[in-house]
């Protein structure tokens, strides 16, 4: 009953690193997509995919790249990092039928120093 | 204007009183509404969807109002439990795009 899984939970990288966290779900869900959540700021979406093979940009996608190789799958890579994408992650999914409830990672939180 | 507002809070209120939260959205064309919970540290978590004609979910009732475009959540009876930053979801457009207001924390005091 794992649902989605997301890691690592915690990480700490230098300015100029590269890094991938990692999001798998188990509920053969369409849609997948990475949020980052900054005080005051909510929930802010930087990609999202809606099947294997497609993914498209959100409001805040510079700095990150996504891919989506499997349905199960969706891993967000930080490219250079920077002190900026300081932040708490969260991977979504969610089916595109009935409610369309999106279920949630636990969240990683990353800090860039 | 953003696209989904709420009120940040924090709503601070005794044991047994009844709360009410408003989130405003911007874009007339939205389909889907949602409350999420989300408590410290954790993930979101979906509390209830919000249909037109109003819903209630034990103490929890949600109401749409299309004309206004508003949601808003109502809980009744609050709990120490119900401690937590409640969210307002928006769905629109043929993919999907969910946007998340940036929530409204209430914290419930013996």
């Known amino acids: 009953n794992a649902g989605v899984t997301q890691t690592p939970k915690f990480q700490v990288l230098k300015t100029g690193q590269s890094m991938t966290l990692q999001c798998a779900q188990d509920?053969?869900?369409?849609?997948m997509s990475w949020y980052r959540q900054d005080p005051g700021m909510g929930l802010r979406l930087i990609h999202y995919?809606?099947?294997?093979?497609?993914?498209d940009q959100g409001e805040v996608p510079n700095g990150y790249n996504v891919s989506r190789s499997t349905t199960e799958d969706f891993p967000l890579r930080l490219l250079s990092a920077a002190p900026s994408q300081t932040s708490v992650y969260f991977c979504a999914s969610s089916s595109f039928t009935g409610t369309t409830e999106a279920f949630f990672g636990q969240g990683t939180r990353l800090t860039v120093v | 204007r953003k696209e989904v507002e709420q009120d940040p809070g924090p709503f601070n209120v005794p044991e047994g009183a009844t709360v009410a939260f408003n989130c405003t959205y911007s874009n007339s064309a939205s389909q889907s509404f949602f409350w999420y919970r989300q408590d410290c540290r954790k993930e979101p978590k979906l509390l209830m969807s919000v249909y037109s004609s109003g819903n209630e979910d034990g103490r929890f009732t949600a109401q749409l109002n299309r004309a206004s475009q508003y949601i808003s959540l109502l809980i009744r009876d609050s709990k120490l439990s119900d401690s937590a930053t409640y969210l307002c979801?928006?769905?629109?457009?043929?993919?999907?795009?969910?946007?998340f207001g940036t929530g409204t924390k209430l914290q419930v005091i013996p």
């Open positions: 979801v928006v769905r629109s457009g043929g993919y999907q795009k969910v946007t």
């Open positions: 995919s809606v099947g294997a093979g497609i993914t």
């Open positions: 509920m053969n869900h369409e849609y």
